[in-house]
């Protein structure tokens, strides 16, 4: 059987950029989310 | 009084925001203890010898898509039978994990096809309907993407992720329904029993990043949609104020 590591290694590590690049967009998300309502919060207090 | 309103509505998801980024970081830990056991304690395979461990990869991200297009399936429904908001944004937000380990399967595949097959890529049922179900749901989230339109947007993202999941079981069973150079579904029936307990491992451990995973993304869009929910009521305000 020839030697595949370069293979395994790289599966492996796709897996974990793949978790974790989109756990990071996750967090990124969520605050732009919370900054919108915030900014809405405000808005909203100045329209009434 | 719209102000009081949302904040009852977002309270919750902002409580929760800790505990299903916890849930993602708990499965992280356990996928490292997973992969650590899969790969330190099952034998090289036969015929592949040690290239055999991308199974630990390559197959929970498979049935994790699958369980994520089950969800937008069931609550792409919900939507269309209820006409929730919730159950619109469940949806996209299962869909959005589920496209992200599908191109994961396909890529994870495609490392595993070369030295196996000799390619990276061949038009075999299982790879070709795997790669349908990929594009269908990018198609879902272009389409999200582009349609302005709320109540639009939704009742056409039902129709499309509903579409996609119905190819969920087509994928499932392209190894058995024509002759594949993919072999079968790996489970314990057609798995050797040193691979069993590594694999599940493995695939709990995706699941529990899967929940934490789509429980983040939904909750991130209650509190965007409260945003837009008060901006619409202050301007419908001002506009009242104004005549």
């Known amino acids: 059987v020839p030697d595949n590591s370069p293979y395994i290694v790289a599966a492996y590590a796709i897996t974990w950029l793949a978790v974790i690049v989109y756990g990071l967009r996750l967090r990124r998300t969520r605050a732009e989310a919370e ?3 915030a900014n809405a919060r405000q808005s909203a207090g100045g329209a009434a | 009084m719209g102000v009081s309103t949302v904040d009852v ?9 800790s505990r299903a980024g916890w849930v993602a970081v708990a499965g992280a830990v356990l996928l490292v203890a997973a992969q650590a056991y899969g790969v330190l304690t099952s034998p090289p395979d036969r015929d592949m010898g040690h290239l055999q461990k991308i199974m630990y990869v390559h197959v929970p991200a498979a049935w994790n898509a699958f369980i994520a297009f089950f969800v937008v399936a069931i609550a792409s429904l919900r ?8 159950d619109d944004l469940l949806a996209a937000a299962a869909a959005e994990v589920g496209a992200l380990l599908t191109g994961l399967t396909l890529a994870l595949g495609m490392l595993w096809g070369k030295p196996a097959w000799g390619v990276w890529w061949t038009w075999d049922a299982r790879l070709t309907s795997t790669a349908v179900l990929f594009f269908m749901f990018l198609a879902y989230l272009i389409l999200r993407a582009f349609v302005e339109d709320p109540e639009r947007r939704a009742q056409w993202s039902a129709v499309v992720g509903l579409l996609g999941a119905l190819n969920v079981p087509i994928v499932y069973m392209s190894v058995r329904w024509w002759r594949t150079l993919h072999q079968v579904q790996s489970s314990p029936a057609t798995l050797d029993a040193s691979y069993t307990w590594p694999l599940r491992a493995n695939a709990i451990a995706v699941m529990i990043i899967l929940i934490g995973f789509i ?3 939904y909750r991130s869009s209650v509190i965007a949609q409260a945003a837009d929910d008060l901006l619409d009521r202050a301007a419908l305000a001002e506009g009242r104020s104004r005549a």
């Open chain 2, 9 to 17: 509505t977002v309270a919750p998801a902002l409580r929760e925001e």
């Open chain 1, 35 to 37: 900054r919108r309502l």
């Open chain 2, 215 to 217: 429980a983040h993304r």
């Open chain 2, 79 to 86: 939507y269309l039978w209820k006409g929730r908001t919730r």
